[in-house]
């Protein structure tokens, strides 16, 4: 869920780039994320220099970079942190069969790391239909709607 959050408070701030500084409670509330989780993400991508925090009554948050200059990968990496690279059969309970899974599991991410790679928070949101969810289908599936029973 912290990646999640802190891609869509991402683009929230990439949303209103160029103009005044945007309070945590308002991202808690247009993205419908709890405040106190919010703000411990918040913090990481501020520590990260990925966000500035403005001080005082219309204080708020503001991105370092321009959305075109922030890519995706970079999100993700610093809201998970570094990742930790291993062996299938260095694990205790390695088996034949999750070896086999855990290559094309690395594989996936692989893939998944190019894709994030090329595409920046302005693409993002410039390819983004108006009105549509704006993270729909990046870490979760989209809904699929039920078919309906033939009639016969």
Do not use: N, W
Not at 36 to 50: C, N
């Amino acid at each position: 869920m912290k990646t999640e959050y802190g891609v869509r408070a991402m683009f929230e701030l990439a949303a209103h780039h160029g103009g005044d500084a945007i309070q945590s409670a308002e991202i808690a509330r247009r993205e419908r994320i709890p405040g106190p989780f919010l703000d411990q993400v918040l913090l990481i991508l501020r520590r990260a220099g990925l966000i500035r925090s403005v001080r005082g009554p219309h204080g708020g948050h503001l991105l370092t970079r321009s959305p075109s200059e922030i890519r995706l990968d970079e999100v993700i990496a610093t809201l998970e942190g570094p990742g930790t690279e291993t062996d299938c059969a260095s694990h205790e309970d390695a088996s034949p069969y999750g070896c086999i899974l855990h290559g094309v599991t690395k594989q996936a991410d692989a893939a998944a790391r190019r894709v994030y790679a090329a595409h920046t928070l302005a693409d993002l949101l410039r390819d983004q239909p108006t009105g549509a969810p704006v993270f729909h289908g990046i870490f979760k599936p989209v809904p699929s709607r039920p078919r309906r029973a033939a009639r016969g």
